[in-house]
């Protein structure tokens, strides 16, 4: 593993935490690996993993009915349930828009406790970041948005989904797919577009300017950020992942630091 310094954080004024890794192995980080801070909504890619767990274990199903009426698992996993940023209320019917929702997420949450028969959070510590070694990470918060853990952590976690253990390849390949194409919908903090491309639980950078990746990734590179100064991308094209954590509110620091950022890591380390 190398430590290094990314030249595209130089005058960031917060706390910048960023690791790199291939399928196998860390291949750099700046700061402190272990340091354990919050995820905000990059909380919502292990939630979706948990469900994605659940479903290879037959004990739910993409179909299932869940949130609010004519609403699916599916739907609450990439944001087209209707529900809002938050509250109980739907804003349109499922499948019209792509509404980002933690209010979704949090419903995934309680309709995967209640057919696997235990809390939420047990569910992922059993499923999830216990057998991957994730033992800086803390996901007794909202399923949403309240997780919290390290840049070590997070690349074990995009090792997983590079090379996945816990759900079979196809499962993976799912997820990180466009999902009710073509929706008109917003990424906060970057605005709306005509085709708002999400996968399951991952957004996808798709055609998308401006956008917290650099213009220059693929459609098909995922991941999500977090209002709390985090992100987590999986490019496999270049056959990495790569993290950042910050623990300050997500703002315009961020969105002037992170495509630079972003296309350091991919010039640096992308095969």
Not at 100 to 109: K, Q, R, T, V
Not at 147 to 157: C, E, H, K, T, V
Request: charged share 20%; hydrophobic share 40%; glycine share 12%.
């Amino acid at each position: 593993m190398e430590t290094t310094t990314f030249a595209a954080t130089d005058g960031f004024p917060h706390t910048a935490l960023v690791g790199v890794t291939s399928p196998d192995e860390t291949l750099a980080v700046q700061g402190d690996p272990h340091a354990v801070v919050a995820l905000a909504s990059v909380t919502k890619l292990l939630t979706a993993w948990g469900a994605l767990v659940a479903i290879d274990h037959g004990l739910l199903d993409l179909d299932d009915p869940a949130g609010p009426a004519g609403s699916t698992v599916l739907d609450l996993l990439d944001h087209t349930s209707g529900l809002p940023m938050e509250g109980a209320e739907p804003q349109k019917a499922p499948g019209e828009r792509r509404i980002y929702s933690n209010a979704g997420f949090d419903a995934l949450a309680a309709h995967v406790a209640d057919a696997v028969g235990i809390p939420f959070s047990e569910w992922m510590a059993r499923e999830v970041t216990g057998p991957l070694g994730m033992a800086e990470t803390d996901v007794t918060g909202r399923p949403s948005a309240g997780g919290r853990a390290s840049i070590n952590d997070l690349l074990i976690f995009g090792r997983e989904v590079l090379r996945p253990t816990l759900i079979p390849a196809s499962f993976r390949n799912l997820a990180l797919s466009p999902s009710h194409q073509g929706l008109r919908g917003i990424v906060p903090g970057y605005g709306a577009y005509a085709d708002c491309q999400w996968g399951l639980g991952f957004e996808l950078k798709a055609e998308k300017s401006p956008h917290w990746l650099a213009d220059t990734f693929p459609p098909e590179t995922a991941g999500h950020f977090g209002a709390q100064g985090s992100f987590l991308f999986i490019d496999r094209s270049r056959d990495i992942a790569a993290a950042f954590l910050s623990g300050v509110p997500f703002g315009e620091d961020h969105k002037r630091v992170w495509p630079a950022l972003t296309q350091e890591i991919a010039d640096r380390y992308g095969s």
